[in-house]
């Protein structure tokens, strides 16, 4: 079965400092990747996706991730936190071999950039 | 952009009612999904649509159906509401059932059961 695994509820850091939300990934074919932004009493906005080729993907905003199949990880990234970064965060999985094409999602990490 | 627009941002029922979320696209995608968000638990999928008149049960199927008369248009339904359906309710669409594509999310409907 698929799930995805977000471990930490909250993430906290200084504005400026590097972030990484962490997300692992359990899928029995080939893992396409997503991870999704959401501000306050708004929808998930898509930030990024890896289906394949490059491990490293870029998205909106600045936000980049790392596909690591050994680890069988896609943590995100940022070099400069913003205090607009301030979010909840959800990172989503699917199966490439599943052909009902749904999403599982984990259950988030609140991310939280002091000033 | 597509757009997926939920009729409603905010709700308040009573134990009993009957109650209708709509969910309308315009970029004539086929997969339409609605899911719950609740804290802690991230996103649960309740059903989903891959065409007119179709529809599958997700993972939390129970209380709910759905509607799908027009490709545009996904509404959930909630015959008997009851108070652990309190929730956030969130709709989402994408172009095509193997696609490569992630979803489109509308803004979302929270809904109180009182």
């Known amino acids: 079965a698929q799930s995805v695994a977000q471990p930490e509820d909250q993430v906290n850091v200084a504005e400026g400092n590097p972030l990484t939300v962490k997300c692992t990934y359990s899928v029995s074919g080939n893992p396409y990747l997503f991870w999704y932004v959401q501000y306050p009493n708004r929808g998930l906005q898509f930030l990024l996706k890896?289906?394949?080729?490059?491990?490293l993907v870029k998205g909106s905003y600045g936000f980049e991730a790392e596909f690591n199949k050994s680890q069988t990880s896609f943590h995100l990234k940022k070099p400069s936190a913003l205090v607009s970064d301030s979010a909840l965060y959800f990172c989503?999985?699917?199966?490439?071999?599943?052909?009902?094409?749904?999403?599982?999602f984990g259950s988030g990490t609140r991310l939280l950039v002091r000033p | 952009d597509v757009k997926v627009t939920q009729s409603s941002r905010y709700l308040v029922k009573r134990t009993g009612e009957k109650v209708f979320l709509e969910c309308v696209q315009d970029m004539d995608h086929e997969n339409m999904f609605w899911y719950r968000q609740d804290p802690g638990l991230g996103l649960r999928l309740i059903y989903f649509?891959?065409?007119?008149?179709?529809?599958e049960k997700g993972d939390i199927p129970e209380g709910y159906s759905v509607s799908r008369e027009k490709k545009e248009r996904f509404s959930l339904i909630l015959e008997s509401a009851s108070t652990n359906q309190t929730s956030m309710y969130l709709c989402?669409?994408?172009?095509?059932?193997?696609?490569?594509?992630?979803?489109?999310f509308g803004s979302g409907t929270r809904l109180t059961v009182v």
């Open positions: 649509s891959y065409d007119v008149k179709m529809k």
């Open positions: 989402a669409s994408s172009l095509h059932r193997a696609s490569h594509y992630g979803y489109t």
């Open positions: 989503a999985v699917r199966d490439g071999r599943d052909s009902s094409y749904k999403l599982i």
């Open positions: 890896y289906i394949t080729g490059d491990n």
